[in-house]
């Protein structure tokens, strides 16, 4: 079990450009979620994805913003046009197989990627 | 739609003097109740979970959580508490009745533990 792990650790970009974070999951999880925690705030639910089925989209996330799992192992998520309104910690986590769809276990976190825009 | 409050933002106590970090979760038909922790430069580490049975919980590291469902709340407690434990605590409720556990936190509290 290496972790949930995240790349670039930071990002700085110039607002207008766009950016993408990866995610990698521990292995045998098939749950994957983003969340974004500003400062001040706790993580708010972005979107998830079970497999490689993107099964929920939070209101947060804008028309700019795109998550994809092709191949239900990595994730990335894409914001195109950014703002300094997006400016914050992108966090991936992930959890294990489901058994059923009121099973819940423990999200298991990464490190986060943490989004400037200047 | 759940939501959480975690009344005080932050909490300075001194070594080994008890403390308790207030949860209070929205109401709802079943819930499913998380503290996270986030050590300075860390990721957010799951501390302690109720899913059901015994409503008093506990982590490896001496912390406690009590699920109360008639005041909806999920309050941290440690009898005794070291520097190490300095950090921020997250509580989180997931709504059993929802697909998946998205979970929803609150703003946290910052734990100062001084010597």
């Known amino acids: 079990d290496t972790g949930v792990s995240q790349n670039p650790r930071h990002k700085i970009t110039k607002r207008g450009q766009n950016v993408t974070f990866r995610c990698d999951p521990i292995?045998?999880?098939?749950?994957l979620y983003w969340y974004r925690q500003t400062l001040g705030q706790g993580p708010e639910f972005l979107t998830y994805?079970?497999?490689?089925?993107?099964?929920?989209k939070s209101r947060l996330l804008s028309d700019r913003f795109s998550a994809e799992r092709p191949k239900g192992s990595f994730s990335t998520l894409e914001i195109q046009r950014t703002e300094q309104g997006d400016s914050a910690m992108y966090l991936c986590?992930?959890?294990?197989?489901?058994?059923?769809?009121?099973?819940?276990?423990?999200?298991?976190f990464g490190n986060g990627t943490r989004l400037t825009v200047t | 739609a759940q939501s959480v409050t975690q009344l005080d933002s932050q909490v300075p106590v001194f070594e080994e003097a008890p403390v308790e970090l207030r949860c209070n979760y929205s109401s709802s038909v079943s819930v499913y109740l998380f503290w996270y922790v986030q050590y300075p430069n860390q990721g957010l580490q799951l501390l302690l979970k109720y899913l059901s049975g015994s409503t008093l919980v506990e982590s490896i590291n001496g912390f406690e959580a009590e699920f109360n469902k008639s005041q909806t709340s999920f309050h941290l407690r440690k009898p005794s508490v070291h520097i190490s434990d300095t950090a921020e605590y997250f509580c989180?409720?997931?709504?059993?009745?929802?697909?998946?556990?998205?979970?929803?936190f609150g703003a946290g509290t910052i734990l100062r533990v001084k010597s």
């Open positions: 292995s045998e999880h098939n749950r």
């Open positions: 994805f079970q497999n490689e089925a993107q099964l929920e």
């Open positions: 986590a992930s959890s294990e197989k489901a058994t059923g769809p009121f099973y819940n276990s423990p999200l298991h």
């Open positions: 989180a409720v997931s709504d059993r009745v929802e697909y998946g556990n998205k979970l929803v």
